[in-house]
């Protein structure tokens, strides 16, 4: 990502990311990983990275009952930028209905496409919501305003940056969510 501020400490960022999440309700085990090409620091905002990458890990612990969460954080080339870091969030849950690809990263809205404007998750004591939340859309505005680039896809699909997994080529369902 570009417009960065600071530099990232990859360590720091990865045990802070551990320390957060250890407490955090879930039913199966976060795996992180750093590929060794990721240099140990890189120029960016750390918080903004941290909070993306938190929401992404809190989402993936809320929709996942088996299997296992992965945050991997790797070295990727890019045409436009060059080398970057990427960070990538798996999980085994259920996916992501495809209706809604084009939503996942907007502001909330309710069942009648009201936007929802309280942080109560309701418009009027209606809780029917077609979003995921905001987690995702603040995702969206952080790494937006350091110039980056997020998404989804499908895990059946296989990694953004990686070939599949023999994990991934056995099961048909659960999510990637990535930043960069």
């Known amino acids: 990502a570009k417009k960065m501020k600071s530099t990232v400490n990859v360590s720091s960022l990865v045990k802070n990311l551990n320390s957060i999440m250890e407490p955090f309700p879930k039913k199966v085990p976060i795996i992180t990983s ?17 909070r993306s990458a938190a929401n992404y890990l809190t989402n993936a612990c809320a929709k996942t009952e088996e299997g296992s969460i ?11 930028q060059g080398f970057e870091v990427l960070f990538e969030c798996e999980d085994t849950g259920p996916g992501v209905d495809p209706a809604t690809y084009p939503y996942l990263f907007k502001p909330m809205r309710d069942g009648q496409g009201c936007p929802i404007n309280s942080l109560a998750g309701t418009v009027a004591g209606r809780g029917d919501f077609e979003n995921s939340g905001l987690g995702l859309y603040s ?11 997020y998404g989804y896809i499908p895990r059946s699909l296989q990694s953004i940056s990686t070939s599949p997994t023999t994990e991934q080529r056995d099961t048909k369902t659960g999510s990637i969510f990535w930043f960069s």
């Open 70 to 80: 992965r945050l991997r954080i790797l070295k990727r080339y890019n045409e436009e």
């Open 139 to 149: 995702v969206a505005t952080q790494i937006s305003s350091l110039g980056g680039r």
């Open 34 to 50: 750093v590929d060794p090409s990721v240099p140990p620091e890189f120029v960016g905002d750390e918080m903004k990275i941290f």
